[in-house]
C-alpha cells in the first residue's frame, strides 16, 4: 500500500516539475540588501578557556597577515574564560592571569586593526565553562540579575560590538528562553542598539529569535569530527525559512584547520556558505595548513554566504543518500541561482537533477565554486556522481527563470516550531519515506498562530489556479487555507491513514508577483502536509 501511494506521490511530483511553466522575471533589482552573516575568528574551538590577551591579539594580528581581514572576516569574538569574579559592588572583574590589563585594551587592539570585537556571557549565573572545564571564576559570571551593569561595562565602557549570550546557567535555574534574552536584548537595546546577538541556546529557539538575535545555534557544539559536521547540517537542512531579513541559523564555529580531511573541509565550508551560517574561524591561526586557509579565502564560495539576498538555500531534492539545495542569489527569481549536491553517506550517490526543478531553462552555465570552472550546458537533467562525504558547490546562470509549480511543505515558516523538545505535540518538520522529499510538516492546527506559510508564491500571470494539496489522512481532522488573506474551509477529508498520501483540489485566485498561502486550522489538528501544487486554469 505504502509503495503504491509513494509511486504514485512521486510520480506526480516528477510530473509537475517538469512541467513548470516559463515565466518572465521583473528586473526590477528592487530588493533591499540585508546585512549578511557575520564573518570573523572565535577562541573556543581552539584554545576553550585557555585564553589571554597576548593569545587574541596574536590571533587578531594574524587574520591580518593572513589575508583573511581582506577575505571579509572582520570580527575577533572572545568566548568563555576571560572572567575574574564579580567585586563587592557586583562588576564583573576579568582574569588576572589570561587579562593582566583588563578587557578594554584589547578591544581597543581589535577596533585599530579596522575589525569588531566580540566578548561572551551566560543568560544564567554561571558559565557553561565553570561546569565544563572547571573554570571557578565562571560561577556567578552569568548575566543573570546583572543586566544592566554588564551591559554597560561591555558594551559602553569597554567597547565590544557582539556578544554570544550561552545557556548551561540559564539551563540549570529552568529560565524562559524567550523572557531571558528579550530581557538581556532590552538591556543591550540602553547602551547601544547596534550590538550584534547570538542565542547559544544548541536547538533552533522559537521564531522570537528574529527580534533579538542575528543569529542563533540551531544544534550542540561541533567538533572536528565528520559526524559532528554531518550532524548539523541534517540539524540545519529544513530551517531555510528562519533565515531572513539578516537574521540567520548559526552552524556553530568553523572546525576548519583542525584535522578533517580535504573532502570533509569542502563540504564543511561549502554548507555552511550555501546555508548562510556565521562563518567564525575556530583554528590556532599559528598552525593552520595552506589547504585550509585557502579554502577560507574561496571568494566564490564566500559570495554565496555573504549574497545580498541572506537566504538559506533550501532541499529541493533528495533521493537515495543525496540532497540537492538550491537558493536565490543576487536578485529575487533572476536567472542567478547557487546549488549544492550533498552526499553525507559512506558510500558513492549518484545525482540527476532536472534543471526545470530548479526553476532554470535554456542554456545554463553551470560554474564549480571549488574547481573554479564553467560548463555550459542545455541538458533537462544535470548528472554528477560524488564520492561518500563530499559536496559540490555551483553558481547557475540560466537563459530562463521557470515558475514553480510545486511547493514543499517542508519549505514552509512555521511561527510555532522551535527545537527545544520541551513538548511532546508541537509542529515540526518530519521524515516521512512515502511523501515527497521524505519530509512532512505535522502537527499544524489548533489555534490561529499555528500554521504553515509560504510567502513567496510567485504567479507570473493572475488569475485562476487549481490547487492541489497532498496530505496524510487521519481521524477528526480539519483544514483552512488561506490565500492573500482569504480562507478556505474544508472539513470532509479523507480519515482513512491505510490509503497514503491523499489530495484535495480547490480553485484559488492568485496575483501576480509573490501570493502569501497559509495551511492551518484554528479549531483542531490539520492533517499532516506533504506539499502542494499550482496549475493555471484555462
Ligand atoms: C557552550 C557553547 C560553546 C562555548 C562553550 C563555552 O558549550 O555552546 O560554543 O561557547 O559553551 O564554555
Not at 511530483?13 to 533589482?29: I, K, N, P
Not at 552573516?37 to 587574541?56: C, K, L
Not at 536547538?203 to 542575528?214: K, L, Q, Y
Not at 521524515?431 to 489555534?447: D, H, L, N, T, W
Request: glycine letters at 8%.
Amino acid at each position: 500500500m505504502k509503495n503504491r501511494f509513494h509511486l504514485l506521490a512521486t510520480a506526480v511530483v516528477s510530473l509537475l516539475c517538469v512541467s513548470c511553466a516559463e515565466t518572465q522575471v521583473s528586473q526590477s533589482g528592487s530588493e533591499k540588501a540585508v546585512n549578511p552573516p557575520i564573518m570573523g575568528w572565535s577562541s573556543w574551538n581552539a584554545f576553550r578557556v585557555d585564553i589571554s590577551e597576548d593569545i587574541i591579539k596574536n590571533q587578531a594580528d594574524l587574520m591580518v597577515k593572513k589575508g583573511l581581514k581582506d577575505a571579509g572576516y572582520h570580527y575577533i569574538n572572545i568566548d568563555d574564560g576571560f572572567f575574574g569574579e564579580r567585586d563587592g559592588n557586583g562588576k564583573m572583574q576579568t582574569n588576572k592571569n589570561r587579562f593582566p590589563n583588563g578587557m578594554k585594551p584589547v578591544a581597543d587592539h581589535i577596533h585599530s586593526l579596522g575589525m569588531k570585537a566580540g566578548i561572551y556571557t551566560d543568560a544564567g549565573n554561571n558559565t557553561c565553562g565553570s561546569i565544563w572545564d572547571n573554570d571557578h571564576a565562571g560561577v556567578g559570571a552569568g548575566i543573570y540579575g546583572h543586566e544592566q551593569q554588564d551591559a554597560q561595562l561591555y558594551f559602553g565602557d569597554w567597547g565590544f560590538d557582539f556578544i554570544k549570550i550561552d545557556y548551561c546557567g540559564g539551563d540549570v535555574l529552568g529560565l524562559n528562553e524567550q523572557e531571558r534574552y528579550t530581557s538581556i536584548r532590552n538591556s543591550i537595546d540602553k547602551v547601544n542598539k547596534d550590538v550584534s546577538v547570538n542565542i547559544c541556546r544548541w536547538a533552533f529557539p522559537g521564531t522570537w529569535a528574529e527580534d533579538i538575535a542575528t543569529s542563533w545555534r540551531i544544534s550542540a557544539d561541533i567538533t572536528p569530527k565528520w559526524a559532528s559536521i554531518k550532524r548539523i547540517i541534517n540539524k540545519n537542512l529544513y530551517l531555510s525559512a528562519y533565515a531572513r531579513n539578516g537574521h540567520y541559523n548559526d552552524m556553530d564555529i568553523l572546525e576548519i584547520g583542525r584535522g578533517l580531511k580535504p573532502e570533509e573541509e569542502e563540504v564543511h565550508f561549502g554548507m555552511w556558505c550555501i546555508m548562510s551560517s556565521p562563518l567564525l574561524i575556530g583554528c590556532d591561526l599559528t598552525t593552520i595548513p595552506d589547504k585550509s586557509l585557502e579554502l577560507l579565502k574561496n571568494k566564490e564560495l564566500i559570495a554565496i554566504n555573504q549574497d545580498s539576498l541572506g537566504l538559506q538555500a533550501y532541499v529541493v531534492q533528495h533521493e537515495k543518500n543525496g540532497y540537492v539545495l538550491v537558493k536565490d542569489i543576487e536578485q529575487k527569481r533572476g536567472k542567478a541561482r547557487a546549488m549544492a549536491l550533498y552526499n553525507p553517506s559512506d558510500s558513492i550517490c549518484s545525482f540527476s537533477v532536472p534543471t526545470a526543478c530548479l526553476e532554470l531553462g535554456g542554456t545554463i552555465k553551470v560554474r564549480d565554486l571549488i574547481k573554479h570552472k564553467t560548463i555550459d550546458t542545455n541538458k533537462e537533467y544535470l548528472e554528477y556522481e560524488l564520492p561518500p562525504h563530499s559536496a559540490k558547490f555551483f553558481r547557475l546562470e540560466a537563459e530562463k527563470r521557470l515558475e514553480s509549480s510545486l511547493y514543499e511543505a517542508e519549505w514552509a515558516y512555521l511561527p510555532c516550531y522551535d527545537d527545544l523538545g520541551t513538548r511532546s505535540k508541537s509542529v515540526r518538520y518530519a521524515p516521512c519515506e512515502k511523501a515527497s522529499g521524505k519530509m512532512i510538516v505535522s502537527f499544524i492546527g489548533g489555534s490561529s498562530e499555528n500554521y504553515a506559510e509560504w510567502d513567496n508564491v510567485y504567479r507570473k500571470k493572475r488569475g485562476a489556479y487549481e490547487m492541489k494539496i497532498f496530505y496524510l489522512p487521519e481521524k477528526n481532522r480539519k483544514l483552512e487555507v488561506n490565500i492573500n488573506g482569504k480562507s478556505y474551509f474544508f472539513k470532509n477529508l479523507e480519515t482513512d491513514g491505510s490509503k497514503g498520501i491523499m489530495t484535495i483540489t480547490l480553485s484559488v485566485q492568485l496575483n501576480r508577483g509573490e501570493n502569501t498561502i497559509r495551511i492551518g486550522s484554528p479549531y483542531c489538528w490539520t492533517p499532516d502536509i506533504d506539499c502542494f501544487t499550482l496549475k493555471k486554469k484555462r
